[in-house]
């Protein structure tokens, strides 16, 4: 097993450009999230997906998007790229979001916006 | 809205001493969960805490929960370079998905 992939690995972005940040699993995982990791910072939650169709906004959602077509992809959407939005990028699943379920990271996307 | 507040920061020891770092929560917890984030890595799952009260132990890394699950500890024993990283604690809440992410704490070697 792979476990949770992410790419690109780095990337910079001008001010306004877009992007997707691409997150696969293959434990078949319920739950997925993306957080954002700013230096010297804990994570913060973008949003999350409780199975394929349903998402949800975490706690800091604006300026992204995700949609969940499949069990294995979640895609995280940057639109109008800022720069308070260069942030390491990690995305990882859960088999279900109960108190029992450890979450597996991807080894992150670190996004430059300048 | 719900906070883990994690201290220290940072803790510079010398390889041999002791480290730990603390959690505390605005809220009870149904759990609280530790991770390890190395340098340029990803965070990685220590352990779950689950009962008040409960202690976990990891060979050097002894894991705490305390009596109200609003508070947390890691302690580590004798620290060796193998253990410098970034430790988070993250709290869950009953009947919500999210985890509450502390700010972390950063164990650097001192030369």
């Known amino acids: 097993n792979a476990g949770v992939t992410q790419t690109p690995k780095f990337r910079i972005l001008k001010i306004g450009q877009s992007m997707t940040l691409q997150c696969t699993q293959d434990?078949?995982?319920?739950?997925m999230y993306w957080y954002r990791q700013d230096p010297g910072m804990g994570l913060k939650l973008i949003y999350y997906s409780v199975g394929a169709g349903i998402t949800d906004k975490g706690e800091v959602p604006n300026g992204y998007n995700v949609s969940r077509s499949t069990t294995e992809d979640f895609p995280l959407r940057l639109e109008l790229a800022a720069p308070s939005q260069t942030s390491v990028y990690f995305c990882a699943s859960s088999p279900s979001g109960s108190s029992w379920d450890e979450q597996y990271f991807g080894p992150g996307t670190r996004l430059t916006v300048t | 809205g719900q906070q883990v507040m994690q201290i220290p920061q940072y803790q510079h020891v010398q390889e041999g001493e002791d480290f730990t770092t603390y959690c505390n929560s605005s809220t009870t917890l149904s759990n609280i969960q530790w991770y390890k984030q190395r340098p340029g890595g990803h965070p990685v799952f220590l352990i779950q805490l689950v009962k008040s009260g409960e202690v976990k132990k990891q060979k050097r890394l002894t894991f705490q929960f305390g009596e109200a699950k609003k508070n947390s500890s890691l302690h580590i024993t004798a620290t060796q370079t193998t253990d410098v990283g970034t430790y988070f604690c993250a709290g869950q809440i009953w009947s919500n998905y999210q985890l509450i992410w502390g700010a972390g704490t950063k164990l650097i070697i001192k030369p």
């Open positions: 434990m078949n995982h319920n739950y």
